[in-house]
């Protein structure tokens, strides 16, 4: 299985923007598909966005338009642009391989420490 490694989390003010990073130590990211979650105490882990190994991106309603998945294959991580950050957006945010397809995507890695992102209103 890929162990995947989150980063870039922390405390921002509502308005303000983050950039987490998701890398697999030893391994290339640029062939896999890779899926940013997120999860609040108390609720299930939810799909934020997804990219497929060919670059066919899926984004959760709630962050369209404000959050953007894309790949540095210089650096082999996936990143998370998120802008315009609002306090639902609070949360532990993990990155895994996915199954991508055009009618779902699913997790099929193990679940890393994930990155925390506080968002100040």
């Known amino acids: 299985q890929v162990q995947l490694v989150e980063s870039g989390g922390g405390l921002v003010q509502a308005g303000g923007s983050l950039r987490l990073s998701c890398a697999a130590p030893g391994r290339t990211l640029t062939i896999t598909a890779i899926g940013w979650y997120r999860q609040v105490p108390g609720k299930q882990r939810e799909l934020v966005a997804a990219?497929?190994?060919?670059?066919?991106?899926n984004y959760a309603d709630s962050v369209k338009g404000r959050f953007t998945i894309s790949r540095d294959n210089a650096e082999n991580t996936v990143t998370l642009q998120m802008n315009s950050l609002k306090p639902e957006d609070m949360a532990v945010y993990y990155c895994n391989a996915v199954t991508f397809t055009f009618t779902q995507i699913t997790a099929r890695g193990s679940w890393g420490q994930g990155t925390q992102v506080i968002v100040s209103s």
């Open positions: 990219i497929s190994s060919g670059g066919r991106t």
